[in-house]
């Protein structure tokens, strides 16, 4: 019975770290993710400022400037509510991959004492 307690425990620590392999590739991909939009995001925001320099300088064309103004906008609006979504998941991950170390150690500690 001992030797199946610790098969159980040898399982679940296997799997546990197999767990916290995945969830830190998925970090991985989200801070991948989170270094483009934040590089589109000041792409954006230099073509909003460009824009706003055009506008004030008084060119021409305001109708079409003002579109690119309000065009530049929502862009930089939308990729700071991606943003700000990536990297809530970011933290949501890092907390999940902080109780799997925790749940391993406690595994180890399990084995160690079943010994």
Same mark, same amino acid.
């Given at each position: 019975?001992?030797?199946?307690? =610790?098969?159980?425990?040898?399982? !679940?620590?296997?799997? +546990?770290?197999?767990? !916290? %392999?995945?969830?830190?590739?998925?970090?991985?991909?989200?801070?991948? @993710? #989170?270094?483009? +939009?934040?590089?589109? #995001?000041?792409?954006?925001?230099?073509?909003?400022?460009?824009?706003?320099?055009?506008?004030?300088?008084?060119?021409?064309?305001?109708?079409?400037?003002? /579109? =690119?103004? =309000?065009?530049? /906008?929502?862009?930089?609006?939308? #990729?700071?509510?991606?943003?700000?979504?990536?990297?809530?998941?970011?933290?949501?991950?890092?907390?999940?991959?902080?109780?799997? %170390?925790?749940?391993?150690?406690? #595994?180890?500690? @399990? !084995? =160690?004492?079943?010994?």
């Amino acid at each position: 019975q001992q030797d199946t307690h =610790r098969q159980q425990l040898e399982q !679940l620590l296997s799997d +546990t770290q197999q767990e !916290l %392999v995945q969830q830190t590739a998925q970090l991985k991909t989200l801070e991948e @993710q #989170l270094s483009q +939009t934040q590089h589109k #995001l000041d792409q954006a925001s230099e073509q909003l400022e460009g824009a706003s320099k055009q506008l004030q300088a008084g060119t021409r064309d305001k109708q079409a400037l003002q /579109e =690119r103004l =309000r065009d530049a /906008e929502t862009a930089r609006n939308s #990729l700071e509510d991606d943003k700000r979504r990536l990297e809530s998941a970011r933290t949501t991950d890092r907390h999940a991959m902080e109780q799997q %170390v925790i749940e391993v150690e406690q #595994l180890k500690e @399990q !084995l =160690r004492a079943s010994t």
